[in-house]
């Protein structure tokens, strides 16, 4: 399929667990493919309509103008969706007014996480197996500031959708979609096998960043987690990717667990403090990540002796780690 127009644009969505009383989530599976302009059209069409979503104003045009350069530069693919986005809105996508490169909705970030990464070696089936949760608390954004609910306000991360994109240029994927309709990748893997996870990095300072509208220009996490995804078959691939980009965090740092079909895998961070860029290769063994920055850990016999908190990521890490041995 080619084109912009909706028709050009194959799309089927199913509801694959409605929100009942009393239950948190609604999850919805979507399978779309064709050109990236007519994907980005049919997912901002969806964003308008279901969710009122307005076009963030960025501070000045020309923050604007510098994120469409840098998008068609550096991110083709998301440039072609973000033309798509323009159509579906009326608006030019040469206007620098206003942020094309994502769709925030229910927006809030992720907080508790752990994860462990097996490559083949260390599975009976010799096929590599992530394990990942996702730990969130329920209620609303305005909840979590302390400040009151808008009237229809929903639940942060209450309408997941399982993303299934098959583009006419870049690789298929399948992904977890949250918080961000067009750029909102958290867990996803494409059909080269290759695999990226982001999980809430507490060696990074909290922010007031937001997706869009923003006067950082760059990739914020889920972009770069979609680039990966879209452009690298293997992590050789997705480490240059990382390292020639411009990462930004919003309201929360980020680290990221990337793998591949080959049984390798690597943790990429980077120190707020002087921006060297730290990449932590498995070496052919898992990987354990939860919220503590990998390259950071002090060594095993420093860990504290106790802990009050079992969601401390530290403890967390420790008990993950000593499972594994």
């Keep these: 399929c080619t084109g912009d127009k909706p028709s050009d644009c194959q799309f089927t969505e199913t509801l694959v667990l409605p929100r009942g009383e009393g239950e948190f989530v609604t999850v919805r599976h979507i399978v779309i493919g064709g050109s990236n302009q007519a994907i980005g059209k049919k997912i901002a ?48 996508v040469a206007e620098g007014g206003v942020d094309f490169s994502s769709l925030p909705y229910n927006f809030g970030p992720p907080t508790s996480c752990s994860m462990i990464c097996f490559p083949g070696s260390a599975t009976d089936t010799g096929h590599g197996l992530i394990v990942r949760s996702m730990d969130y608390s329920n209620g ?98 997705a480490k240059v990717a990382m390292l020639e980009n411009r990462i930004y965090d919003v309201a929360q740092g980020i680290h990221y667990l990337v793998a591949d079909r080959h049984g390798n895998s690597f943790i990429f961070e980077v120190n707020h403090l002087d921006q060297r860029a730290y990449i932590t290769d498995n070496g052919g063994k898992p990987q354990v990540m939860t919220n503590s920055p990998v390259w950071a850990l002090p060594s095993p016999e420093k860990y504290p002796k106790e802990f009050s908190d079992e969601y401390d990521s530290l403890y967390r890490y420790q008990v993950l780690d000593n499972l594994l041995k």
Excluded at 45 to 68: Q, T
Excluded at 223 to 237: H, I, S, Y
Aim: net charge negative; aromatic share 10%; with cysteine.
């Design 45 to 92: 069409e969806i964003a308008r309509e279901r969710y009122g979503v307005r076009l963030a104003k960025n501070p000045d045009p020309i923050y604007g103008k510098a994120r469409l350069s840098y998008m068609e530069r550096n991110y083709p693919i998301l440039f072609e969706r973000m033309k798509g986005v323009a159509a579906a809105y009326g608006v030019d």
């Design 140 to 237: 609303t954004l305005s909840d979590m500031l302390g400040q009151k609910p808008y009237p229809g306000e929903k639940d942060v991360f209450s309408e997941p959708y399982v993303m299934e994109v098959y583009p006419d240029e870049g690789y298929a994927s399948l992904y977890m979609s949250c918080a961000d309709l067009l750029s909102g990748t958290w867990d996803g893997i494409n059909s080269e096998g290759l695999c990226v996870f982001g999980l809430v990095d507490l060696g990074r300072p909290k922010n007031t960043v937001v997706t869009s509208g923003t006067r950082v220009i760059g990739l914020h996490p889920p972009q770069v987690m979609r680039l990966l995804l879209d452009t690298c078959a293997n992590v050789e691939e």
